[in-house]
């Protein structure tokens, strides 16, 4: 049986009663779960259970997503619409007298991994997995270093983690990326694959990256000013006196993602001219004249507080700005919604949306588009 005919397989099992054991399991045995076919895709979960959902965090779908049980079988399914392209997390939740187990899917091996665990995730018809994110034996490896910073601002000694490109020599001049949340790009957003892959394949010039460690990131990212002087007094200063960087305001990038995003637009609007690009990810835009809705509770106030200011007073934080999110996460309307204010800033905007949501993969899928525009290979830098 092919995977194409698995929809008529759920209806023939629908349509009959008391299958045994047997026909279950080599149906689930065949197609696996989810089962994709063109824009349809069905979830499927196998047990005893008073009720079985799907839950996630796509904007537009119910959540939890409850499925339905095919008579006269422990057999649960629920088919849902996803547009070519998609790709999207989930866990399963089980309800057995009032207990509520939530767990990824047993019959799908792909995980994706966060720094709070992992998820299952569905690849719709059309995703792939981006080449370039994947070790590549071709691509020279860069080098990390660890280096040590104390921080006045801070009150802390930081550890970030300075990529150095394979080709790295001292006479070469070089732009730097700042990261944040650095090890989270390296770890679940194969950042280090993807800068390798993508140096080594000319798509995109040789640079040194540094991938910061926060504290308390939800502290230090809503518009933290000692975290903005650590950035700009401290670290960047540190780097451009040990390492042959250009040094001039267009060889600087901020990048992060959620509120690692509003960190790199806060330190670039506290001080202009000294940063000459950002890419943002997912950007917690959120601001209260179009009653955008984070649920992120107090620690949002400062971020609330600082794109309301910035929505009435905008300024020209840099020249370039590459931004992405994803639509099926709740900040796309915030997002949506600050592009046009970004390029009346006189900033050169480029906006791209993705069908994720607001995970590390997303943003890793996205880091093609945003470092080749910002500093497209091959050529070496290239500052007076």
Known sequence: ????????AINRFRERRNLDDEAVSRFLERFGSPIVESSLTTFLHRGEADGVSVRHRVVGLPDPLPMRRIEGTDLWFVVVDLPSGSRIEYQLEVSIEGRHDRFNDPFNPRLAHNPFGASTVCYAAGYRVPDWALPDEESRPGELVELSVRSRALRRETTPLVYLPARYRRTNRYPLVVVHDGTDYLNFAAMKNVLDNLIHRLEVAELIAVFT??????VEYANGAAHARYLTAELVPTLEDELPLAGVPAGRCLMGSSFGGIASLATAVRNPGHYGSLLVQSASFVFTDIGTDHGGGPAFDPVVKFVNRYRQQ?????????????????????????????TEAGMEVKYVESRDGHNWESWRDRLRDGLSWLFPGPQKFYYE
């Open 213 to 218: 460690r926060p504290g308390n990131r939800l």
């Open 1 to 8: 049986m092919s995977r194409s005919h698995a929809k008529l």
């Open 314 to 342: 905008p300024t020209r934080a840099v020249e370039r700005m590459f931004a992405s999110c994803g639509v099926y996460e709740p900040l796309i309307t915030g997002n949506r919604a600050m592009m046009p204010v970004f």
